[in-house]
């Protein structure tokens, strides 16, 4: 390496400006490897201790900026949440999963609250008065999870600290998982689970 340092030198001659030219003529690519041009002024400036800039526009006009190579590209845009109710009711919409995951959460809290007073198991609770209260309940959240949907709110625009929309969604699975264990446990069983 040392060796065609030396030898580059020899070939294009001792001054700075003689290297660069030399150079400049091996590069394959001519647009490779930059000009040095040698009447470019270079200006130093300084502002004064009150904070104020010595030097008028003109001078400041005059300074090349270099153009920049790399800039960070603009984020893409954000989607903005559907409003139609095939979007909202698809298979992987925001609709069916939270609306069921919070029923589960719902039913099994009350199962195991009915459950834990009365005595009653899961299918009990159903035959004697719990269907009118499993249509009113799934009704009213229903809706009241459809209404914020449709006004374009996604519940992850609304999570924040410990209740996040993600807690939600994993505590109303869990919730399914928990209410059709209990059901099958109390079938199996043949009575209650407490």
Known sequence: MAAAAT?????????????IACLNQFAPLRSSVPLFKRDMKFRVRSTAED????GDEKEKAAVP????????????????????????????????????????MIGFVAAIAVELTKGQDIFSQIQNGGI???????????????????????ADSKSKGL?????????????MVGLIALAYTEYVKGGTLV
């Open 132 to 154: 009118p209260w499993f249509l009113g309940t799934t009704v009213l959240l229903s809706v009241a999870s459809l209404v914020p949907l449709f006004k374009g709110v996604s």
């Open 51 to 54: 904070g104020g800039d010595v």
């Open 65 to 104: 900026v270099p153009p920049q190579l790399f800039s960070t590209p603009p984020p893409p845009p954000q989607p903005e949440e559907s409003t139609k109710i095939t979007d909202i009711m698809a298979f992987d919409g925001p609709g069916p999963e939270r609306i069921n995951g919070r029923l589960a």
């Open 163 to 175: 209740m996040t929309s993600d807690a939600e969604l994993w505590n109303g699975r869990l919730a």
């Open 7 to 19: 030898g580059m030198q020899m070939i294009c001659g001792a001054g700075f400006s003689s290297r």
